[in-house]
């Protein structure tokens, strides 16, 4: 595809006979920030680890700037990778963990130091050239990482889950951290993780896999606003997927009442999944031809009142501002644009 800096055309690759990735492509832009989603044994690493060169696929090709690299090995790619343990070497020091692969190019010593300076400052570790890394906190280390991969101006750096050994708070800052990283580099960064809010959060681009195919690639907004399955619908945010009947172009029966949607192109009296997400959700004083329902439970988050309501032999969950009384009757309403159709999974 033009202007892809990578491209994945058809890959598929087994393990011990099990089929782990399943004919994916996949094109990345460059200076993109590519976020590889899904749930543990999907196909996520391996994923990255083929584009990193770690590993070969069975079938398909790997390309970069339209050259096929499918068995160039790792140091012969413009590509540097931050794995999840960060791999730094325990009787270095910062400086010479940072430095190791330019002394392995045999750059010139001052070179050398004026890059790791640079390295150094970009990832707000200035002047800790010295420290040993047993005296490095968590969150360090992986920066220490980070400045490694970058130092050699790579044209794409892959992280794998580089923030999962981190403490929430610690990680929260770290994403910013890395947002901001990826900005300023201007370089390509592909993202491994499970963490669904990290994706949505960090991503230019998220890619939603599962049992080794790409459900869905798109902007956070698009994933998230306009899921094209249950499953993406599912594992990004909670939602409320509900069987309903396409009775006609924009309009959708759920519990045998009918909702104006914007949704077209579905069959008459097709059988269809619908998602509504639970902030779109209206909560009104029970109405005579809505569908009416009672509050089974009102939990204060901080922000909204999380509310459930019993109604079409369903229980729904909602965020609102408002809270109610369990055991009321309520009605619900959702404006046309919140109502998703999707094919039946």
Same mark, same amino acid.
């Given at each position: ?54 590993? $070969?696929?069975?079938?398909?090709? &790997?390309?970069? #700037? =339209?050259? !096929? @690299?499918? *068995? ?128 949505? $959060?960090?991503?230019?681009?998220? &890619?939603?896999? #599962? =049992?080794? !195919? @790409?459900? *869905? ?129």
């Amino acid at each position: 595809m033009k202007n892809s800096l990578i491209r994945l055309e058809n890959i598929s690759k087994s393990f011990d006979d099990e089929l782990i990735l399943n004919h994916i492509s996949l094109d990345v832009k460059k200076n993109d920030f590519v976020t590889l989603l899904g749930p543990s044994g999907c196909g996520k690493t391996t994923t990255l680890r083929i584009i990193g060169g770690f590993e $070969t696929p069975d079938d398909g090709q &790997v390309y970069f #700037n =339209d050259k !096929v @690299i499918t *068995q160039k090995p790792p140091y012969k790619r413009n590509i540097n990778t931050v794995f999840q343990k960060y791999a730094l070497f325990p009787h270095y020091n910062v400086f010479d963990n940072i430095a190791f692969g330019l002394k392995i190019k045999k750059m010139h010593h001052s070179d050398i130091k004026k890059k790791v300076d640079w390295a150094l400052n970009l990832v707000n570790l200035k002047n800790f050239e010295n420290r040993n890394i047993h005296q490095m906190s968590g969150g360090q280390q992986q920066r220490i990482a980070i400045a490694r991969a970058i130092v050699n101006e790579p044209e794409v750096l892959l992280l794998d889950e580089p923030l999962g050994a981190l403490d929430l708070k610690l990680r929260k800052d770290m994403q910013y951290e890395l947002k901001e990283l990826q900005r300023e580099l201007g370089i390509t960064f592909i993202y491994v993780t499970h963490d669904q809010e990290e994706a949505l $959060t960090m991503s230019s681009t998220v &890619v939603v896999m #599962n =049992d080794g !195919v @790409i459900q *869905q690639a798109g902007s956070p907004e698009m994933i998230y606003n306009e899921p094209t399955n249950a499953f993406v619908a599912d594992f990004i945010g909670e939602s409320n997927i509900i069987s309903g009947v396409m009775r006609k172009d924009c309009f959708v029966e759920l519990f045998n009442h009918g909702f104006v949607c914007v949704d077209k192109g579905f069959g008459i009296n097709e059988a269809v999944d619908v998602v509504i997400r639970p902030e779109d959700v209206i909560l009104l004083k029970p109405e005579k031809d809505k569908l009416t329902g009672k509050v089974t439970d009102c939990i204060f988050k901080g922000v909204h009142y999380e509310t459930y309501v019993e109604a079409g032999g369903k229980e729904w969950m909602i965020h609102n501002t408002k809270s109610h009384i369990i055991g009321s009757d309520v009605s619900i309403d959702i404006a046309p644009e919140n109502i998703h159709i999707m094919k039946k999974r």
